[in-house]
């Protein structure tokens, strides 16, 4: 049984042990930069606008988390969640942490009239893709993720006109 509660700052160790494992995992071992401060900030600074909810076993011991944030449908006109991480501990895969997570997630939706849960998964991670898919969840065939970062987006970002005019 998984008991999912929103995540405290007592929380962040785990949470970045975490994200650093899902690094490993999906195959970018060296690509986190975040810090306990900077994961600190986000969750649990000021205005906060990133959330967590956490997994836990039934002794209290952290098996996952889920790390996500609201996005916007202009089409609907009101926010939906945007998952940028779920994790679950390898050695506890399997009990249910997960779906438990993501239920959290779309009920926290449903009853803020949120209109849904959104996530990417790498197209090699056939796992996940069969445990969504078990969920009712489906791809968005037909669109491709696009990013801008590192250099590129330093260049590009530098180049805006109205940067150097305001």
Request: aromatic fraction near 10%; charged fraction near 20%; hydrophobic fraction near 40%.
């Amino acid at each position: 049984m998984s008991v999912i509660r929103p995540a405290t700052r007592q929380d962040v160790p785990a949470i970045l042990r975490m994200i650093h494992e899902l690094a490993h995992y999906e195959r970018e071992p060296d690509a986190v930069r975040n810090t306990p401060e900077m994961l600190q900030e986000v969750l649990f600074g000021e205005n906060p606008r990133v959330f967590a909810a956490m997994a836990e076993n039934e002794a209290g011991e952290v098996q996952g988390f889920a790390l996500w944030f609201l996005n916007y449908s202009t089409w609907e006109g009101v926010h939906g969640i945007y998952l940028e991480d779920l994790y679950v501990s390898p050695e506890a895969r399997g009990e249910g942490h997960g779906k438990a997570l993501l239920q959290h997630l779309a009920a926290t939706a449903v009853d803020n009239g949120y209109a849904r849960v959104e996530w990417s998964v790498l197209d090699w991670n056939e796992p996940s893709i069969n445990f969504y898919r078990s969920l009712g969840a489906g791809p968005m065939d037909g669109w491709s993720t696009f990013r801008l970062t590192g250099q590129a987006l330093e260049q590009f970002g530098s180049a805006n006109p109205a940067r150097a005019n305001g």
